[in-house]
Structure formats: C-alpha cells, structure tokens
C-alpha cells in the first residue's frame, strides 16, 4: 500500500510540473525561482520540462530486473537511441534522474543542422556535405575529430528524414553563424526546436511502449569481467535497484551546471551565468570515467554570445539569423553578428560594458516564433519607432537611426561594408515597431566529453572500445573542437543517438 500511495503522489507530482511547463516554453515557476538563486533543493529538481504528458512515463511498479540495453538519460539523444533500438527488435529501457524526460534539449532554439535534405532541395537551396563539413571544422578551428565530423555531416540529411517518418517535421529553414547556407531546420512554424522535438521523441516513445522511468538517478555502471552488464540505479532518492542488460548506452549530457567540474578545467568562467538544465552535471562523464574511459577536450566550455543575463535565458541565434543587429551602448554595431560565437562572444567582452543589445524588427519578430515566449518573459522592450526604441534602451537616437539606415542600404545592396556580413539578410529592419532585448555572454555548452568512435563505442585510454558501452550527445566529446557551430548540437544527438541504439543493438544480438 505504500508502494502505491508513492507511485501515485510521483505521478502527481509529475503532472503538476508537466502542465506548469506546457506553459512557459520549458522554463517552470521553480526554474524561474533557480535562476534568480533563489530556488531550494526540492524546487531545483523540477527544472527539466517538457511538453510531454505524464502519461508517457512509466510507473515504477512496472521497472523490471533486466532488458536488453539500458540508455541513461531521456534527452533527445536517449530518446533516439531507444526508439532506434526497439525497431531492432529490443527491449530498451530509459532511466532518467529528473522529474520529466527532455534535458537540455528542452531548451534547444535555433534548430537543427543538415546538408543536401529534401527540404532545402524543395525550397531551392544548394547545399552540400563537403561545405558542411569544411565550414564546421573551421568553426572548430580545424581541431574537430574529422572522423566524426564526417560521419556526422553524411548522415544529416538522413536524419532529418528520419524524424520526419515519425511526425517531427523540421521544414522552416534559417542560417546561424558561421554557415553560407540556410541548413538550420526548424519546425514548421519557425518556433523554437526544442519543446517541439522533446514532445514529438516522448510521443514516439510512448507509442513504441518503450518504459521511460523518471526520478531514476543512475549511480553506476556495473561491470564483470570487463564487460558492462548492467546500472545501479536509485529510485525516488530512496529505494537502490540493480538492474542488469546486455549493453548500456550513456545519453546523460554534459556538465555545464556544475560549476565544480567547469572549475576544474575553465576556472576563468567563474562567475558566469549557465543556460543549462540543473541536470546537467557531468554524471554519465563521472561514472564512464570510473571504468576507464577517457575524456578529449575537457577544457573546451563554449560561451554563448547572447545569453538574457537576470533569467540565464539562451536568446537563439535565430534571431540574428532572421536578421537582427547587435548594438553597443553609443548605439553602433561593432561586429559581424553572424561570425562563429566564440568571435562575437570577445566583440561583446571587448565593450565596456561586456553586454550588449539585440535589436530587430516586426518582421523578424513574425519569423522567429521563440521571441513570442521571449516577450513573455519580458525580455523584449518595444519602441513604435527608432527614436522611440533608442530611449526606452537608452542609446543615443540619432546614431540608432543612423546604423539602421546603413544596414538597410548594406541589406539592399547585399554588401556590408563596415563588418562583411553576407548572411541573415534577406531583410532589412524597416518594419514598425522596433523591438530590443539586452544580452551578455554566458556559459552554454560543454564541447568535451567522453571518447567514442563512429559506432558510438565507448574507448578507453589506448583506443580499444569497453564492451557493451556505448555514448551519445553532450556528454562525449570531439565532434565540435575548440567551437561548435549553432544548431549542430540538435544534429549530433539525433545522429549519433540513432547510430547509438542501431549499434548497442546489434552489439546486443551478437551475444545472442
């Protein structure tokens, strides 16, 4: 009877914070409070939301001894990795250490990367591999592991198709820093990726009947005879399970929320603000670290350049994609607002003030649907006109006006002068009213992680892959070098987590 009395009061409790997210775009009231430091620990474990509902989850009375594979976290890469898995014929099972299932994947924005699809052939747009793949190693500044990279860039396209074979059409496509061409997908109505990825996964996963445990905080990968068999798993802060499988996949993420581990590696970062989910704390890094695997890039953290600074609220480049222009205090653009974010990143940090100002206009406003939930977050100021704008953000009007008005010109003769920005403009900012919202850098991604190869194989200190573990999305660590591209983070987990569930599965079935 008390088994019971718990499960009910879980999925209660689950309900509760799933509709409270439905509302606010994967920020709910006790994230909110957490951002302002002002959360307990009990609020802290609400952070992660997504648009899923509690149904999908599975009742703990239902955890079983043993599956096939057992996948550590339910981001997007986890999800992937299950549902991939389970159309091999296996039996996965998802444990996921917060009270909802999306991660920091819930949080994506701009969209998700992909060369040569079949949406950007429908919409007249030439794109390739090969100019994927060089304008991602230079944005890694030529480090990125060109295996990987490789791989990642020839499976994009495939990936795309993929999700839309199961309802997550990604067909509205803009440009983030650092590309010439428009391969950033994003759903259909232009709004941000990530609640509508995160919902469409949960859905998939629910249909497929494959059992999503939340609450389910992983402590340990178990092992024999150097061969992973199985997880320590502690349910409900409460109640530790051993549960055993023939292989287990780590999609846990990375560690952009513990400031410790950044500590260890970045101590230059202290002090920043984190647009990561509180659970993102490095554990599946940890916990593959204790079997002997080993870690690359470690010290690559990957500061984003527009970060709302009082809520850590990740501003997506989406925005400057669509069009937008950074200003500074004397109200002047000092930047190509669409090179690589570690280079507008230094621009902002070289202001005075190391913050600065996203100002656009009605039409980027309606072509990117995130700053809807932006504005309900009062992050955007509005002026009917410049002049009306500069005073509300307090820059001088004259020298607004006037580098609108050369954008404008530099939009229309598709030549920018005083930055060299060739992309994001399509249009220029000449429709009322005038909307602002006020950034600074902040902490976004961590760009190292565990070591795998391209079957997603887990390897230790001299190469050879630990039997029966595999990894996949934040937490490894490679693909992106020294800088990842906006919109490829969504890419790698949906890439490799496929290849991850394709992979563990037929590790699986060669045991058999």
Same mark, same amino acid.
């Given at each position: 009877?008390?088994?019971?009395?718990?499960?009910?009061?879980?999925?209660?409790?689950?309900?509760v914070l799933v509709i409270a997210g439905c509302g606010n775009n994967g920020s709910s009231n006790s994230e909110k409070k957490a951002n302002e430091g002002q959360s307990t620990t009990e609020?802290? &474990?609400?952070?992660?939301?997504?648009? %899923? $509902? =509690?149904?999908?989850?599975?009742?703990?009375?239902?955890?079983? /001894? #043993?599956? !096939?594979?057992?996948?550590?976290?339910?981001?997007?890469?986890?999800?992937?990795?299950?549902?991939?898995?389970?159309?091999?014929?296996?039996?996965?099972?998802?444990?996921?250490?917060?009270?909802?299932?999306?991660?920091?994947?819930? &949080?994506?924005?701009?969209?998700?990367? %992909? $060369? =040569?699809?079949?949406?950007?052939?429908?919409?007249?747009?030439? /794109? #390739?591999? !090969?100019?994927?793949?060089?304008?991602?190693?230079?944005?890694?500044?030529?480090?990125?592991?060109?295996?990987?990279?490789?791989?990642?860039?020839?499976?994009?396209?495939?990936?795309?198709d993929w999700l839309d074979s199961i309802g997550i059409r990604l067909n509205n496509l803009t440009i983030t820093g650092g590309m010439k061409e428009k391969r950033t997908h994003r759903p259909? /109505?232009?709004?941000?990726?990530?609640?509508?990825?995160?919902?469409?996964?949960?859905?998939?996963?629910?249909?497929?009947?494959?059992?999503?445990?939340?609450?389910?905080?992983?402590?340990?990968?178990?092992?024999?005879?150097?061969?992973?068999?199985?997880?320590?798993?502690?349910?409900?802060?409460?109640?530790?399970?051993?549960?055993?499988?023939?292989?287990?996949?780590?999609?846990?993420?990375?560690?952009?929320?513990?400031?410790?581990?950044?500590?260890?590696?970045?101590?230059?970062?202290?002090?920043?603000?984190?647009?990561?989910?509180?659970?993102?704390?490095?554990?599946?890094?940890?916990?593959?670290?204790?079997?002997?695997?080993?870690?690359?890039?470690?010290?690559?953290?990957?500061?984003?350049?527009?970060?709302?600074?009082?809520?850590?609220?990740?501003?997506?480049?989406?925005?400057?994609?669509?069009?937008?222009?950074?200003?500074?205090?004397?109200?002047?653009?000092?930047?190509?607002?669409?090179?690589?974010?570690?280079?507008?990143?230094?621009?902002?940090?070289?202001?005075?003030?190391?913050?600065?100002?996203?100002?656009?206009?009605?039409?980027?406003?309606?072509?990117?649907?995130?700053?809807?939930?932006?504005?309900?977050?009062?992050?955007?100021?509005?002026?009917?006109?410049?002049?009306?704008?500069?005073?509300?953000?307090?820059?001088?009007?004259?020298?607004?006006?006037?580098?609108?008005?050369?954008?404008?010109?530099?939009?229309?003769?598709?030549?920018?002068?005083?930055?060299?920005?060739?992309?994001?403009?399509?249009?220029?900012?000449?429709?009322?009213?005038?909307?602002?919202?006020?950034?600074?850098?902040?902490?976004?991604?961590?760009?190292?992680?565990?070591?795998?190869?391209?079957?997603?194989?887990?390897?230790?200190?001299?190469?050879?892959?630990?039997?029966?573990?595999?990894?996949?999305?934040?937490?490894?660590?490679?693909?992106?070098?020294?800088?990842?591209?906006?919109?490829?983070?969504?890419?790698?987990?949906?890439?490799?987590?496929?290849?991850?569930?394709?992979?563990?599965?037929?590790?699986?079935?060669?045991?058999?």
């Amino acid at each position: 009877m008390k088994k019971n009395t718990t499960v009910l009061l879980t999925l209660l409790l689950s309900i509760v914070l799933v509709i409270a997210g439905c509302g606010n775009n994967g920020s709910s009231n006790s994230e909110k409070k957490a951002n302002e430091g002002q959360s307990t620990t009990e609020e802290k &474990k609400t952070d992660t939301v997504s648009g %899923a $509902s =509690q149904a999908s989850y599975t009742p703990i009375d239902q955890l079983k /001894d #043993s599956y !096939d594979i057992i996948i550590v976290g339910a981001g997007g890469a986890g999800m992937t990795v299950a549902l991939e898995a389970k159309e091999k014929g296996m039996n996965p099972v998802i444990f996921e250490k917060m009270p909802v299932a999306g991660g920091n994947t819930t &949080k994506s924005s701009s969209g998700m990367n %992909a $060369s =040569q699809t079949k949406f950007q052939k429908e919409q007249g747009i030439e /794109d #390739s591999n !090969d100019l994927f793949y060089e304008e991602t190693l230079a944005g890694g500044h030529n480090t990125n592991d060109k295996e990987m990279l490789r791989f990642f860039v020839d499976n994009s396209a495939d990936a795309i198709d993929w999700l839309d074979s199961i309802g997550i059409r990604l067909n509205n496509l803009t440009i983030t820093g650092g590309m010439k061409e428009k391969r950033t997908h994003r759903p259909e /109505d232009g709004s941000a990726i990530g609640q509508y990825l995160v919902a469409g996964l949960v859905r998939n996963v629910h249909e497929k009947e494959i059992p999503l445990f939340v609450n389910a905080d992983v402590k340990e990968i178990t092992q024999a005879d150097g061969k992973v068999n199985g997880v320590k798993v502690l349910i409900d802060q409460t109640d530790e399970k051993v549960i055993t499988a023939k292989a287990v996949v780590v999609t846990s993420g990375g560690f952009g929320s513990n400031a410790e581990m950044i500590a260890e590696v970045r101590p230059d970062l202290k002090g920043l603000v984190t647009t990561n989910q509180i659970g993102s704390t490095g554990d599946g890094i940890r916990m593959i670290e204790q079997l002997g695997g080993t870690t690359v890039d470690m010290d690559q953290i990957q500061v984003h350049p527009t970060v709302q600074q009082d809520k850590s609220y990740l501003i997506g480049e989406a925005v400057r994609g669509e069009g937008a222009l950074l200003i500074s205090t004397e109200g002047t653009r000092f930047v190509n607002e669409l090179d690589t974010r570690d280079k507008v990143t230094a621009a902002i940090n070289a202001l005075p003030e190391k913050a600065a100002t996203l100002v656009f206009d009605a039409g980027v406003k309606s072509r990117v649907k995130a700053i809807e939930q932006y504005d309900k977050m009062g992050f955007v100021v509005k002026g009917d006109t410049i002049e009306e704008l500069a005073q509300a953000i307090n820059v001088p009007a004259d020298q607004l006006k006037a580098t609108i008005d050369t954008w404008n010109e530099a939009v229309k003769n598709k030549q920018d002068g005083e930055f060299g920005r060739t992309t994001g403009m399509d249009h220029d900012l000449s429709a009322a009213p005038y909307y602002a919202i006020k950034i600074a850098p902040g902490i976004h991604y961590t760009m190292g992680g565990v070591k795998i190869n391209t079957n997603t194989e887990v390897l230790d200190k001299d190469g050879k892959a630990i039997e029966g573990l595999f990894a996949a999305g934040e937490l490894t660590g490679g693909l992106h070098g020294e800088n990842r591209i906006g919109g490829n983070s969504v890419a790698e987990i949906i890439i490799f987590g496929r290849q991850a569930g394709i992979k563990s599965a037929e590790f699986v079935q060669s045991k058999q």
